[in-house]
């Protein structure tokens, strides 16, 4: 990272959001998506997209998105992280049983995940009718999981994410070049790790 970002950004994490004129600088990507649908919301002479379906403005609404953002930092991506991060290469190597495991905690959080924030007649999380930013949230950690091989999300997920990538035009050419890179670094990682031991088999 240059100096610069770091200025901006001591953690060097993004999204990093700086806003002119007066150099207001938030990270957190969360906090940053809040940011700006109460910015636009408040600044924007049409704010009905904003207000009522990304971030809705009343109080309950607003709280089950609010809980949705907490559960996927809290205990969805964590239950995806640990499951695919040793296979990019961002921690250890696992054994095959931990790997299998890991998996399988994995799969049953999704399944709780869909019948839990998925169950309801809206096509989005939380029941929803249109995307929120929660969905803006997770539906791209999905896409560690191309990374475990052989594995297929719940049914109910699958046609989660393709209601969503009807709805939002920009994402899948977005996430088609995030699923490239993901899987490419899984292959470089598996080929090292696939070298390293036959050299240590030698």
């Not at 770091?6 to 007066?22: G, M, S």
């Not at 379906?53 to 930092?73: E, F, G, M, W």
């Not at 029941?127 to 969905?135: E, S, W």
């Not at 297929?152 to 890179?181: H, W």
Request: proline fraction near 6%; hydrophobic fraction near 30%; include cysteine.
């Amino acid at each position: 990272f240059s100096s610069d970002f770091l200025k901006l950004n001591p953690y060097h994490c993004v999204p990093t959001l700086k806003q002119e004129p007066d150099g207001f600088v938030l990270w957190e990507s969360h906090t940053v998506m809040r940011y700006l649908c109460d910015h636009y919301s408040n600044s924007s002479k049409d704010s009905s997209l904003l207000t009522k379906t990304c971030y809705p403005s009343d109080i309950k609404p607003r709280a089950r998105v609010n809980q949705l953002l907490d559960y996927r930092h809290c205990k969805l991506y964590p239950s995806i992280l640990k499951a695919t991060m040793p296979l990019l290469g961002y921690e250890p190597p696992v054994s095959q049983e931990v790997a299998e495991s890991t998996r399988k905690q994995l799969h049953e959080e999704l399944e709780r995940f869909s019948s839990v924030y998925l169950r309801e007649e809206g096509k989005y999380a939380g029941g929803f009718h249109h995307p929120t930013i929660a969905d803006f949230s997770i539906v791209p950690a999905f896409g560690f999981t191309t990374v475990l091989k052989g594995y297929e999300l719940p049914k109910r997920i699958q046609l989660y994410i393709e209601d969503f990538t009807k709805k939002v035009a920009s994402y899948e050419e977005m996430n088609e070049g995030f699923i490239l890179k993901t899987k490419k670094l899984a292959s470089t990682i598996e080929r090292k790790l696939c070298h390293k031991s036959h050299i240590s088999d030698s």
